[in-house]
């Protein structure tokens, strides 16, 4: 079953459509790190049903996935808890406003994407039971009235939900979707703008984007290069390319070369 580490780990996670089974093996052999069985906004309302009996019915189901359940209060978010708990598999939660509700389910992953959500995101993200925050930024921005794909509008938002994952001492955040399936230039900076930003995943909807995310969010060879130099000057404040180096740069470093394997470009 997936763990908790696998999500805190993650760096893409690969949405698939409820109710599209025939998809749910591709997802699973696509290489992502988690696959995410959508029960909300990919699904229209009459097809939600079919949807949870689809993810009921896969044999992967709960084996580096995770379910996204329809949101908190509507008719289907009850139905959509119990079959993910009838089969172990950890649960997505959308639209992430209330620490009590998601305390209660003990979500594993929360998606901030309302303007409640992000001015509560340090409540969201200390929620109990909450592994990992997800930044949605498609329904931040429809409801800010800006363009999903706008960095600058949406900079403090991202932010925000970065600092609270800090502050609730929980992984780094998973960024939003980038809409544009195969236009490899915007994925890659998307990606890098939000490494920069302190994210350390993406959420992906195409499995032509999973390669390029992983690979954006691994560290360069020049920075594991900086990364081994830092170590080997030792404990003691020094300095490295000109720069000082003490405690908080050495743990910087210590979490870089910790971290998975230096990208492939």
Not at 32 to 54: F, G, N, P, Q, T
Not at 108 to 123: F, K, M, N, Q, S
Request: hydrophobic content about 45%.
């Amino acid at each position: 079953m997936t763990t908790h580490d696998e999500i805190a780990a993650a760096r893409t996670l690969l949405f698939v459509p409820g109710d599209r089974p025939d998809r749910f093996g591709k997802a699973a052999g696509s290489g992502a790190d988690l696959v995410v069985i959508d029960l909300e906004d990919a699904v229209a309302a009459e097809d939600k049903e079919r949807a949870r009996r689809s993810a009921a019915g896969w044999a992967g189901l709960g084996t580096r996935t995770v379910v996204r359940v329809n949101a908190p209060g509507t008719p289907w978010f009850d139905a959509d808890l119990r079959m993910a708990a009838g089969h172990g598999c950890p649960v997505m939660v959308p639209k992430a406003e209330e620490p009590a509700v998601l305390g209660r389910i003990a979500a594993d992953c929360a998606v901030i994407e309302t303007a409640l959500g992000a001015e509560r995101a340090y409540e969201v993200c200390s929620a109990p039971g909450v592994v990992r925050a997800a930044f949605g930024n498609v329904d931040l921005s429809a409801q800010l009235g800006v363009a999903h794909d706008d960095t600058l509008a949406l900079a403090h938002a991202r932010s925000r939900v970065v600092l609270a994952s800090a502050a609730a001492g929980i992984s780094p955040p998973v960024d939003g979707v980038t809409t544009a399936v195969r236009d490899l230039e915007v994925l890659a900076a998307d990606t890098a703008h939000a490494r920069r930003l302190g994210f350390s995943a993406k959420l992906c909807v195409h499995p032509a984007q999973i390669a390029p995310v992983a690979s954006g969010f691994a560290p360069t060879g020049e920075e594991l290069r900086w990364a081994r130099a830092v170590l080997e000057a030792g404990d003691s404040v020094t300095t490295v390319d000109g720069h000082m180096v003490d405690k908080p740069v050495l743990e910087r470093a210590r979490r870089m070369l910790a971290g998975a394997p230096v990208r492939s470009s």
